[in-house]
C-alpha cells in the first residue's frame, strides 16, 4: 500500500512541475487552430463526395464500431474519427492553459471553449445525420464550426498580446471599419451556408432524398447564390477600404499586414467563386472556396483584433490638448 502511495506521490510532483511557457502556448493555440480548421474542411470533403449518409445511423455506423467496406461509408465515417485527435487537441489547450506560468485566467477561460465546441459539434453532427442531412442541420452544423474557430483564433490573439500590450486606437474609422468587417464576415459565412443548402450538392449519394433550402415560385440556388455574391462584394470593398485607411491612417503594422492578407484572400474568393458558378459547381472548385472562406472568416476576426479597442473619449481630447513640448509616452510593441 505504501508502495503505490508512493508512486502516486512521484506522479504528482511530476505533473505539478509541468509549466507552459508564453511561447509555447502560443505554439500550441495555433495547432489547435489549424484543427478546428481541418475538422471543417474534413467535414465539406464527406458533403462533397456524397458521403454525408454513408452511415445513417450515430455513433455507430450500421450497429457496428467499424464501418462496411463501402467508400461512402469509410469515408463518413473517417470524418467522425478525425475528431478524436481533434477533441485531444482542444482538451490539451485547455490543459496547457492551466499549467501555463504565469498564469492567465483569460487563456483558461477562452481555453475551456475549445473541448466544449468540439462535443456540441460531435452532437449536433450526430443530429444531422439522425435529420437525414435536413438543410437547417447542416447549416447550424457549419455555423456552429465558425463561432468554434472564433473562440480558438481569439485564444491564440491572446496568447500572443497579453491584455493592455497593445495600445488602445484613437482612430474611430479604423475601429469601427473593421468591427462593420467584421459582422459582415459573418452575413457572408451564413449566406453561403444557405448557398449551399440550396446547391444540388447535398452531402447524400445520388438518389437519396434529403430536404433542400427552396422557395415557392424562384429558382432557389440562383436566387440564394447571387445574394451571397452581392454580400461578398460588399465585404471585398470594406476590406480594400480598411486597408487604404490602414496604410494612410493608421501605424500599426499587424493591422496593415492582414488587411492586406484580408484583400488577396478576398480576391481570389471572387474569382474562384465565379469560375465554380459559371462551371455548374465542381466539387474540387467548391471544397477551395470552403477553405478560402475559412481562411477569410479568420483574417477578419484578426483584422478586428489588430484595429483594437478605442479610446475613452476623455483620453482622446486630452492627448490632443497635450502641449506639444511634452514628452511622448512609450507605446508598447508587439512581442
Not at 290 to 298: E, M, S, Y
Amino acid at each position: 500500500m505504501s508502495g503505490n502511495t508512493s508512486i502516486l506521490q512521484r506522479l504528482r510532483t511530476r505533473t505539478n512541475g509541468f509549466t507552459v511557457t508564453p511561447r509555447q502556448y502560443v505554439i500550441i493555440a495555433a495547432v489547435a487552430l489549424g484543427a478546428m480548421t481541418l475538422i471543417v474542411l474534413t467535414g465539406e470533403l464527406v458533403r462533397l463526395t456524397g458521403s454525408g449518409l454513408g452511415c445513417p445511423t450515430w455513433p455507430r455506423c450500421y450497429g457496428h464500431v467499424y464501418p462496411p467496406a463501402r467508400s461512402h461509408a469509410i469515408i463518413e465515417f473517417s470524418n467522425r474519427v478525425v475528431t478524436v485527435p481533434v477533441t485531444i487537441i482542444a482538451i490539451g489547450a485547455w490543459v496547457a492553459a492551466l499549467r501555463l506560468r504565469p498564469y492567465r485566467r483569460d487563456l483558461m477561460k477562452l481555453s475551456l471553449l475549445l473541448p466544449l465546441g468540439v462535443v456540441a459539434q460531435a452532437v449536433l453532427g450526430g443530429f444531422t445525420v439522425l435529420g437525414k442531412l435536413d438543410y437547417g442541420w447542416v447549416m447550424a452544423h457549419f455555423c456552429l464550426s465558425m463561432l468554434v474557430i472564433l473562440a480558438t483564433t481569439g485564444l491564440l490573439w491572446r496568447a500572443l498580446y497579453e491584455r493592455g500590450q497593445r495600445p488602445r486606437s484613437a482612430d474611430r474609422a479604423v475601429v469601427r471599419t473593421a468591427r462593420w468587417m467584421f459582422a459582415l464576415s459573418a452575413v457572408v459565412v451564413f449566406a453561403g451556408t444557405a448557398a449551399t443548402a440550396a446547391a444540388p450538392d447535398a452531402g447524400g449519394s445520388p438518389g437519396q432524398q434529403i430536404n433542400r433550402l427552396h422557395f415557392d415560385g424562384r429558382g432557389t440556388m440562383d436566387f440564394v447564390i447571387h445574394r451571397h455574391a452581392e454580400i461578398g462584394a460588399a465585404l471585398g470593398f470594406l476590406a480594400i477600404f480598411l486597408w487604404w485607411l490602414a496604410g494612410k491612417r493608421s501605424q500599426d503594422r499587424v493591422l496593415r499586414i492582414w488587411s492586406t492578407v484580408m484583400c488577396v484572400a478576398m480576391g481570389a474568393q471572387g474569382m474562384v467563386g465565379l469560375i465554380q458558378y459559371e462551371t455548374k459547381l465542381p466539387a474540387g472548385l467548391v471544397w477551395v472556396h470552403v477553405w478560402l472562406a475559412c481562411g477569410i472568416w479568420i483574417v477578419s476576426i484578426l483584422c478586428c483584433f489588430a484595429a483594437g479597442r478605442l479610446q475613452p473619449a476623455a483620453e482622446t481630447v486630452s492627448q490632443a490638448e497635450r502641449p506639444s513640448s511634452s514628452k511622448p509616452e512609450a507605446v508598447l510593441t508587439p512581442r
